[in-house]
């Protein structure tokens, strides 16, 4: 199980550098692009209420109409540039497709503020399921950009479980308790600013458990 767990880092890793190699500002734009239209176009449309074939659609409702096929252009278009995606990016398009349409179709914001809720427990979910198999699936995944000793993988795996936990809570707690623009403060920049300090907290771990690499 080991030989067949080493085999399968060593394939995704392989995968990872045979993919194609484009600007970075166009990649990140790619990637972060999407989440700041949809909060521009929320702080325009966020008072006014839209009737369509006689029913009435908050301009949240009519914002999430439009970043699911922009997300998915966005997403199709890393596909196509970068030859790769990884599973967070398809897993996500997958859930921003299935729970943005049904707030759109059922008219209701509250399903699209699940959503990530969802991803954090899935992944979380997933992470917990390999350390529970004594491996780091979040090795397989990031390897290529943070070398390090197995036994660093581990701790950073059980630490990054805990964090994706951590930020489902936190955004049930938020999308349940506060406003709708509240959440979408906390969804642009919250969520994003929690993990980027959370792996600036890392380097501690980074130090100690890397490993050194050719010039």
């Known amino acids: 199980m080991r030989r067949r767990s080493v085999y ?4 995704q890793s392989e995968r990872r550098m045979a993919a194609k190699q484009i600007n970075p500002f166009l990649k990140s734009a790619l990637e972060i692009g999407p989440i700041l239209v949809f909060f521009a176009a ?14 009435e659609y908050q301009g949240f409702i009519l914002v999430t109409a439009g970043f699911i096929p922009l997300i998915l252009v966005c ?20 859930l921003i497709v299935v729970f943005g349409g049904l707030s759109v179709w059922l008219n209701d914001e509250r399903f699209f503020k699940m959503k990530p809720t969802l991803i ?37 795996t059980r630490r990054v479980t805990a964090l994706f936990f951590g930020l489902a809570v936190l955004n049930e707690a938020i999308w349940r308790t506060m406003s709708t623009e509240t959440w979408v403060y906390f969804k642009t920049f919250g969520l994003t600013a929690a993990i ?19 010039d």
């Open 120 to 156: 954090y427990l899935l992944f979380g979910s997933a992470l917990g399921i390999g350390l529970l198999r004594g491996e780091s699936y979040l090795r397989s995944v990031m390897e290529g950009l943070m070398p390090l000793k197995r036994e660093g993988w581990m701790i950073l």
């Open 196 to 214: 980027f300090v959370f792996f600036m907290t890392q380097s501690g771990l980074f130090k100690r458990y890397g490993l050194e690499q050719p």
């Open 8 to 11: 399968l880092c060593r394939r």
């Open 42 to 55: 929320y702080l325009l449309l966020k008072d006014r209420v839209f009737t369509i074939a006689g029913t």
């Open 75 to 94: 997403t199709a278009a890393l596909w196509k540039l970068t030859g790769h995606l990884s599973p967070m990016q398809i897993v996500t398009a997958v």
